[in-house]
């Protein structure tokens, strides 16, 4: 049976040269909250048949 407690000669190279694994960061530093933007209704309002003319486009583009 391999006795896992020692270092043989690659091991301690590997870790001469690579050293240890960085520190674990945790999932609070790595996301940032912030509130969302307010709707802007001017934005949201279009031509009332510009999503017909898209559909009608994409399907002259198949045939």
């Not at 001469?16 to 307010?38: C, H, N, Q, T």
């Not at 934005?43 to 583009?61: E, I």
Request: glycine share 10%; with cysteine.
């Amino acid at each position: 049976m391999q006795d896992h407690g020692t270092q043989d000669g690659d091991s301690v190279v590997r870790r001469a040269r690579f050293g240890a694994l960085p520190e674990r960061i945790a999932y609070e530093d790595m996301v940032e909250m912030k509130a969302a933007s307010p709707r802007d209704p001017e934005r949201d309002t279009g031509t009332p048949g510009a999503g017909n003319l898209l559909a009608c486009l994409a399907w002259d583009l198949v045939l």
